[in-house]
Structures are given as structure tokens and as C-alpha cells.
């Protein structure tokens, strides 16, 4: 089972208020070396999200080990990575920042730039939905 990070101006990633908008993630892309939008990326096949903001980390450390590449999706006013690794965290930082804008996960925790939240695991002091009844 894996989870989603979310670079994010909302309050929680899930709100509807103050996206971050599809322009402006192909313009940081553009003036980012380290990321390719995935129509330009002839790795990929052809059918596969073609034009719509997703884009690919191309200088992930481990990427000449792996066949799959680390994907950044847009996706709701938010750019989106399926289950990141501590690496793709930090890179999140980094895009976060230039966005003016912050790292956070499924269950509201937010990630710093070392790619950890704020207490070192991968939940915060934010109870997640499962957990509402507790105290």
C-alpha cells in the first residue's frame, strides 16, 4: 500500500481554495534542468498522461537503477507523487519553495526540507480520519 505527497498552497491538501495553477507548474518546469514534462520525455510510452502537467525527475539519484520513473502529477491545484522516497521528498522541498508553497502528506503531515515532518516519522500531531474518536 502505498501513500501520496502533495506540494500544496492549501490549508490541506484536499481544500478547494488557492491551487497552484497548471501555468505556473510548466513555467517552473521550464526553468527547472532537473524535470522534463512527460510529452517531451521519449522514455515514456506516447499514450501516457500526454499534456495535462505531469512531469518526470530526471535527476533522481537512483534513476539509472530504476525502470520506472519518479512521476510528479498535476493534479487539483496540487502537484502529486505516488508513495516518495526520502530523495523525491527533499526534491518536493526544493519545487515547494520556488511555489511558495509546502510539502504535505495523505494525513496532513507536513515534510521539511531534510524530507522528514517535523517529528522525524510520516504522521504529524494531526489525527488522521481513522483516529477521530480517540483523544
Same mark, same amino acid.
Given at each position: 500500500?502505498?501513500?501520496?505527497?502533495?506540494?500544496?498552497?492549501?490549508? !490541506?491538501?484536499?481544500?478547494?481554495?488557492?491551487?497552484?495553477?497548471l501555468?505556473?507548474?510548466v513555467e517552473?518546469?521550464?526553468?527547472d534542468p532537473?524535470?522534463?514534462?512527460?510529452d517531451?520525455?521519449?522514455?515514456?510510452?506516447?499514450?501516457?498522461f500526454?499534456? !495535462?502537467?505531469?512531469?518526470?525527475?530526471?535527476?533522481?539519484?537512483?534513476?539509472?537503477?530504476s525502470d520506472e520513473?519518479?512521476?510528479?502529477?498535476?493534479?487539483?491545484?496540487?502537484?502529486?507523487?505516488? @508513495?516518495?522516497?526520502?530523495?523525491?521528498?527533499k526534491?518536493?522541498?526544493?519545487?515547494?519553495?520556488?511555489?511558495?508553497?509546502k510539502?504535505?502528506?495523505?494525513?496532513?503531515?507536513?515534510?521539511? @526540507?531534510?524530507?522528514?515532518?517535523?517529528?522525524?516519522?510520516?504522521?504529524s500531531? @494531526?489525527?488522521?480520519?481513522?483516529q477521530?474518536?480517540?483523544?
Open positions: 500500500m502505498g501513500f501520496d505527497v502533495h506540494i500544496t498552497r492549501k490549508d !490541506d491538501w484536499f481544500d478547494k481554495t488557492n491551487n497552484i495553477s501555468q505556473e507548474w517552473y518546469l521550464e526553468k532537473e524535470m522534463q514534462l512527460i517531451q520525455d521519449k522514455k515514456l510510452p506516447a499514450a501516457l500526454k499534456g !495535462d502537467g505531469r512531469a518526470t525527475w530526471i535527476a533522481h539519484p537512483n534513476s539509472s537503477n520513473p519518479v512521476i510528479f502529477k498535476y493534479l487539483s491545484g496540487n502537484i502529486t507523487v505516488f @508513495k516518495p522516497d526520502q530523495e523525491i521528498l526534491k518536493m522541498f526544493r519545487i515547494a519553495e520556488a511555489l511558495k508553497a510539502v504535505q502528506g495523505n494525513e496532513c503531515e507536513i515534510y521539511g @526540507k531534510d524530507g522528514t515532518t517535523d517529528w522525524g516519522g510520516l504522521m500531531d @494531526k489525527k488522521a480520519w481513522w477521530f474518536w480517540r483523544s
